[in-house]
């Protein structure tokens, strides 16, 4: 099994910047890949950011390209989600999500996901 936990959320105004984090401990060894989603009130749960974990190639949402950068550090079992620019739109709760198996369809699914962290509120005032 796998332990997700985050960190780094909190209130901020718009234009500025977060970094979240996320540190993954269990069975690590078979990590294919990790992501942050993110969830506001009364609504779905929507991809944000996801890297490969042997590639390093990093994937995004359309509305955070450019502001949002997904990270990680490989020795540590670490991944980062550095956010400038914020948006109040950006307000949610930021979850990171763990990745065993092989990509199936697109890291835009929350299916393709099986371990999910606790979440990091995430509040952007304007």
């Known amino acids: 099994q796998v332990q997700l936990v985050e960190s780094g959320g909190g209130l901020v105004q718009a234009g500025d910047s977060l970094r979240l984090s996320c540190v993954a401990s269990g069975r690590t060894f078979s990590t294919y890949a990790m992501g942050w989603f993110r969830q506001a009130p009364g609504k779905e749960r929507e991809f944000v950011a996801a890297i490969n974990w042997s590639t390093n190639i990093a994937y995004y949402y359309d509305s955070v390209k450019g502001r949002f950068t997904i990270s990680r550090d490989n020795t540590k079992n670490l991944v980062y989600l550095q956010m400038n620019s914020l948006k109040p739109e950006d307000t949610a709760v930021y979850y990171c999500?763990?990745?065993?198996?092989?990509?199936?369809?697109?890291?835009?699914?929350?299916?393709?996901?099986?371990?999910w962290g606790q979440g990091t509120q995430v509040t952007v005032s304007s």
């Open positions: 999500a763990f990745k065993t198996r092989q990509l199936r369809r697109s890291y835009y699914l929350r299916d393709e996901y099986d371990y």
